[in-house]
């Protein structure tokens, strides 16, 4: 039995972990139209202020009408970057799921404002702020 516990425990350590990847679901009202950046070509650290600066140096961006459901290859890059914004008179109530491989990262209900866009950064084996700042 020690040896069949000590070989499940060994698969798990040997397992790969590195992120493939990321699976990117919002929700809101149907049928609101909202405009998201995607990136993996970016740099990102935390300053001495506890901000998360982002400087991204290429992008898509893509319209979309809720809801969202993609999956995104990251394999490579292992490095994810997303923003929504709504029209300049729209606020929008959404439903964010974002997960890595299927594992859970993000789980989160809110609103998105006029000139005040929602952001993600995912960066593999780094840690990261929920208080952005980008750089197009």
Not at 111 to 121: C, T
């Amino acid at each position: 039995m020690a040896a069949v516990l000590a070989s499940v425990v060994a698969c798990e350590i040997l397992e790969d972990q590195t992120p493939e990847n990321i699976s990117f679901h919002m929700s809101g009202s149907d049928g609101q139209v909202v405009t998201v950046i995607y990136s993996q070509e970016f740099i990102a650290g935390v300053d001495e202020l506890n901000v998360t600066q982002v400087e991204v140096f290429a992008s898509d961006t893509v319209t979309h009408v809720l809801p969202i459901d993609t999956i995104i290859d990251i394999a490579v890059k292992r490095r994810f970057f997303v923003q929504v914004e709504t029209a300049p008179m729209d606020t929008v109530v959404v439903d964010v799921r974002i997960d890595v491989d299927g594992r859970g990262l993000l789980d989160i209900s809110g609103g998105i404002f006029p000139d005040v866009p929602w952001r993600y950064v995912y960066e593999y084996n780094q840690s990261l702020t929920d208080v952005i700042e980008v750089i197009l």
